[in-house]
């Protein structure tokens, strides 16, 4: 088992990230079947040392299980001793720790201080974490001496808490929100509002919701510090539940002492969740977020997009917006720049919109997207997007020859490609490499950036570290579409 520094999944960042993940000796079978969503990955951390069928697993680790085979462990950089992890979001990566502790921003000696109410940046690729805290839980009223115990995100970029004790925190609705330690609160940038109500769902007093995680439909995935049973369901600090608000239903969806061998006693900390592709899915509800953060940020953006509607009505509507913005702080949010084009009338014609947005910011933007579905008679208003690129990999294993210990086989080519041509409107791809030593090591020619309809290569070669079958995965993050490719490793040492 090989380590990799940063981040295993795809959130938050409009960018694409190609994570090489070299796994040990042990490869893991099928996913679990058990769970109404399928997922393509799982990452999830401890609070003590442990050893797993895949690997030894320590605090300040994180191990990430990718299916239907393969795991890799994440790790932060150069933690302090006795400092562990107790929740982290890939790919960015925000981090939150169990003591208070000064973390490396550079190899000078720059450091930035993290409480256990903080959510702290690391950036994977350096292996050093942002000056800068992401969220700062003194200024936003979490009181001194609580531990963030879960961290995620929904689809508005809003961070999503539990806390290790009951608190009181500002209410969205104004007044004062009661938080207890099984509760999901999010964060607006101003105030909390409770996402899951513990109480309301029978989850006894004394219970503390240490890992969370919002999916794209709308179900969390959720790990307790106790066994216990919800909705039927029997579970313990090892197994991950998945929550249907909808249908108010549970289900096991990953059991850890069956499908890794988390021992008997031993307790998950953390969760994240990759839903997979074509999994179960809910509608999107509209929504008018304001979002924040404490991460700098410089970024330039340009869109130009025609949008062309044909409706049963004789509107002509041309609305056309240039907006240039700059401001210096912080932010958790991606840009939005919002066109509205307004059509009256009654019969058979086409309306067009053409919608031309500039925006150049550094820093904290508070972004209200708008997205308004209406029938024939009603007045739209839209928000178009670009058009995206897609990654495209070829192919998606590689079997190794027979290779002496120690000895370096012949190198094996993977193909990434930007598949959008050039006429489209696509965002270019970012790739970022992580190439760690180990059995399966990489190199590449891919550029910074991979424009629309064109391709890079990645050569990986294998060294065997044993005289048997090794495994490993090559994981390929494209979070500009949201997709997840990997390739599976293999080859026999002698």
Same mark, same amino acid.
């Given at each position: ?12 960042r409009l960018a694409a990230s190609l994570l090489v993940i070299t796994v040990g000796l042990i490869a893991i079978g099928a996913? %679990? ?16 040392? #442990?050893? *797993? ?25 150069? *933690? ?8 982290? *979001? ?13 973390? $490396? ?10 409480? $256990? ?8 690729? !350096? ?27 929904? =689809? ?5 808490? +539990? @806390? ?5 925190? %500002? ?9 207890? $330690?099984?509760?999901? #609160? ?17 989850? &006894? ?37 998945? @929550? ?18 988390? %021992? ?6 953390? #969760? ?11 509608? !999107? &509800? ?22 062309? =509607?044909?409706?049963?009505?004789? &509107? ?23 066109? !509205? ?18 925006? !150049? ?90 424009? &629309? ?5 990645? +050569? ?27 390739? =599976? ?6």
């Amino acid at each position: 088992m090989k380590s990799v520094p940063g981040g295993c999944g795809k959130y938050l960042r409009l960018a694409a990230s190609l994570l090489v993940i070299t796994v040990g000796l042990i490869a893991i079978g099928a996913h %679990p079947t058990a769970a109404q969503t399928p997922l393509s990955g799982l990452h999830l951390g401890t609070a003590t040392t #442990v050893q *797993l069928d895949s690997t030894l697993l320590t605090p300040q680790e994180v191990n990430c299980y990718f299916f239907p085979e393969g795991t890799a462990l994440t790790t932060f950089g150069a *933690l302090p001793a006795g400092v562990d992890v107790a929740a982290y *979001l890939p790919p960015s990566t925000l981090v939150v720790i169990t003591t208070t502790a000064a973390l $490396p921003t550079d190899g000078s000696g720059g450091i930035v201080t993290v409480s $256990p109410r903080d959510v702290a940046s690391f950036n994977g690729f !350096t292996n050093f974490y942002s000056p800068t805290l992401y969220f700062q839980g003194s200024s936003h009223g979490i009181p001194d001496g609580t531990q963030i115990d879960a961290l995620s995100i929904d =689809s508005s970029l809003r961070l999503l808490f +539990s @806390f290790d004790v009951t608190v009181s925190l %500002p209410g969205a609705g104004g007044g004062t929100l009661t938080v207890k $330690p099984a509760d999901l #609160v999010s964060f607006d940038g101003t105030a909390y509002s409770l996402v899951f109500d513990s109480t309301a769902a029978g989850i &006894p007093d004394g219970t503390s919701l240490v890992g969370a995680s919002l999916l794209p439909n709308g179900h969390l995935l959720m790990v307790f510090d106790q066994s216990g049973s919800v909705g039927g369901t029997d579970y313990t600090p090892t197994d991950v539940l998945e @929550f249907n608000p909808s249908a108010n239903s549970w289900v096991i969806s990953f059991n850890g002492a069956a499908y890794d061998g988390w %021992p008997d006693g031993s307790e998950m900390r953390g #969760v994240v969740g990759d839903q997979a592709p074509g999994g179960t899915t809910s509608a !999107t &509800p509209t929504a008018t977020p304001t979002t924040m953060a404490t991460r700098t940020v410089t970024a330039t953006a340009t869109a130009t997009v025609t949008t062309t =509607s044909t409706r049963t009505a004789t &509107p002509t509507a041309t609305a056309s917006a240039t907006a240039t913005r700059t401001a210096t702080s912080t932010r958790t949010a991606t840009r939005t720049a919002t066109a !509205t084009a307004t059509a009256t009338a009654t019969k058979t014609a086409t309306a067009t919109s053409t919608a031309t947005a500039t925006v !150049t910011r550094t820093a904290t933007i508070t972004a209200t997207p708008t997205a308004t579905a209406t029938s024939e008679s009603a007045t739209p208003t839209a928000t178009p997007t670009p058009d995206r690129g897609t990654l495209e990999i070829e192919p998606r294993k590689l079997k190794f020859p027979k290779t002496s210990v120690g000895a370096t086989s012949g190198p094996k080519t993977v193909k990434v490609s930007n598949t959008k041509g050039e006429k489209h409107a696509a965002l270019p791809v970012s790739i970022e490499m992580v190439s760690n030593p180990g059995v399966f090591t990489q190199t590449n020619d891919c550029p910074a950036s991979l424009e &629309p309809g064109t391709f890079c290569s990645i +050569s990986v070669r294998f060294k065997p570290s044993a005289a048997m079958k090794q495994t490993g995965t090559l994981k390929i993050s494209d979070n500009a579409h949201a997709g997840i490719a990997s390739v =599976s490793l293999s080859g026999p040492g002698k």
